[in-house]
Every structure is written in structure tokens, then in C-alpha cells.
């Protein structure tokens, strides 16, 4: 068997891409690597390697046959030249970072990003003399021009909010970063690359927590850089083995195992996250629900112009400002909603977070916290029970 994806649909994409089935006695799935030391059998094919490190096996933490066929997929799935993985989510964000900004320049970064990238920004890149600023999710282009500053280099977005759910307009900030001289970076993980094509509209660089929807299943940390430009690519590969980044080869193989499942699991986590926001939405005891696909959500008019659907993550706000007690009533006792950080996975999982404590550029304009709940893949009528019982919980 011949694989030649590169004219055929993503979804078919999707499971071809990284195999070679004939460099791998016929066998699907590409195997397991694991390296160290790499050898070579002379100088020349020593300097030769040296030269090429970058593209092809070198030493084990420059990645292996494993790290390179998961890289190569992912890139496909967001429509890059390359592609880095890293060992989580965290780790891609804060290489695209330390890979872009010197002392002395600018990031200006969403308001509403994943709050260890703002713990990032504050601590180690101001700890290196770049300054940092934030704008709000929504800032209309007047507002965000009037906020780059001559020496913005990186504007780092994240649509939508993982917690607060703003979609923004990735092609309205990449047109204001890129007139001011900057390059935009965006953290891409709630749409998996599946529904978001960030490099059709302005994106330099992709990052990914493939710990979630690419992993798919809670059980291994994974993150992912992509980017079409060879300069920056380069420039991120030296970073991440600078930083002594070495991605686990097992870890990329359940990420390239999630990936030939992801078209089929993706459409499963929409349509119950819509149908339990879509119940919610009705309750007496719920203010508003953030989901992108909803047009109480800051952002849907974006959402419907640039996504082609959603995962299955979103914010419910409930009324009147329960207590700590109100939600442990109604939190401890679910029985399919789990409490834990992550999603992506095939649970089930509940939170409440409290944006008021996490934003500095505007006002969250309710008195509550946010239950962010992910859908999993479990019948949706069971969760919706538990969701009911765990309401009557509340008002009891
Ligand atoms: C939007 C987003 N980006 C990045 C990360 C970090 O990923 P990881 O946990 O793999 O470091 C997370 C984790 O929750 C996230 O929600």
C-alpha cells in the first residue's frame, strides 16, 4: 500500500498522514522509537547529519522516527510546513515565546488566555527584560492598534478563551500585528486544528495543547508548535533543544493514535456540549452560557464567520452568585462529572473558576465564577440527568 494523502480531505488526512506502512514491514501504525545516542559510520556522515539536524534523526532529543511521523500529521491537520512537539501544552507556549522575543521588545498578550501563559509572561519573560502588556479579548482594532507599541513583537491570542469564551478576530489582530511589525502566536488547543485553520487566517505560529482533544483520551501531556515559515521553525527547534525539551516517543504515539480518531470523536463532543448548553440555557438557576456556537457568547458572529463547528468545551454562569457551599452541594455530588484541570478527553469533567481573580484589562461583567464544563463522549441524556439532579442540589 502506497499512501499519497496530500490531494485528499482532511478527514481522510487524518488517518493516513504520518504512516509508512512499506518502511515498516506493512505494519499501520509507525513504531515506537526510542533514542539517545544516534550513531554515525563516518566523519563525513557525522558533519553531513550535523548539518541537517533539523530534518532528519540526529540525536534523541531532536526527536525520532516516532516524534517526526506524529509531527508530520499534526502539521497536515493545521495546514503547516512544519511542525515541533514538546512534552505539553505549556511547554509550546512558552518555547513559541522564548523563541521569538529578546530583551528590550513587546508581547502583547489576550486578556483572556490560559492563565499560566499570563503566569509566564509576568514571571519569566519579564525576568528577561521583555516588556509585557495585555488587551481585552474583544478590543475593538482602534483599541488594539493604539496598544502595540514600536517594539511589539509577538501579539499571543487564544480563540476561543478557555475560560471565558471570547472568540476573537485572529484576522483583525493579525492585520494590526503584522502592519505594526509583529507576528501573531495563538493558542489553537480548544479547536484541535480540526475547526480552526489558524495559517487561512494570519496565524505565524500554532500552538497546541495536544494533551487534549489530539491525545483524546486523559493520559498522556503533549504540545505541538506549527508554522510555515522555515526561519521561525528553525529558530523554534533551537529553542526547544536549547531548553532541553525532549518529547517523549510513547507520548507521541497516543497522539498520533488520537488523531485517527479525532473526526469521528470531535462531532460526538459538539453535539452534546450544544445540546447540554443549549438545556442549560433554559434553567431558571443559569445567568448566561459561553459557548461559541450560542449568540449569548462575546464572539459568535466571528465563531460563525472562521470555525466550521466546536468542541466540547464551555462556561455556564449561574445566578446569584452562589457560595462555596451552594457549589460544593451541587458539585460533590455528580455522578458523571468529574472535577478536575485538562479536558479534550473522552470524560466527562465540571470546574468552577473564577475569572474576577485572573483579568487586569477589563471588568468580568458578572459577580460569579464560571463552570467550565467539558462534554465527554457518554450518552448525553446521562449527563444531562446529572446536570438536572445537580441543579436541584443548588436549590435545595
Ligand atoms: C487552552 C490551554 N492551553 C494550554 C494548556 C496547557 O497544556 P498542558 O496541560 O498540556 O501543559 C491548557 C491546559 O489546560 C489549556 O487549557
Redesign the pocket.
Known sequence: MTISPKNKHGDTRLTTSGRNPEANFGIVNPPVYHASTVTFPTVAALRDAEKHRFDRVYYGRYGTPTTFAFEEAVADLEGAAHCVAVP????A?AVSLAATLHAGEHVLVSDSV?F?TISYCKGFLKKFGVEVSYFPPMASAAELKSLMRDNTKIVFT?APG?ITFEVQDIPMIADIAHAGGAKVVM?N??SAGYHFKPFEHGVDISVQ?A?KYIVGHSDA?L?TLTVNDRSLYEHIKITQVGLGYSTSPDDCYLGLRGLRSLATRLPRHESTGLKLAEWLAACPEVETVLHPALPSCPGHDIFKRDFTGSSGLFGVVLKDGPTEQDLARMLDGMELFAMG??WGGFESLIIPSDPRTMRTTYDWPYNQPVLRIHAGLEDPDDLLADLEAGLKRLST
Open positions: 505539553s501544552g505549556m511547554a507556549i490560559y499560566p487564544e478557555s493558542d488547543t480548544w495543547a494533551t501531556m504540545g484541570y485538562s
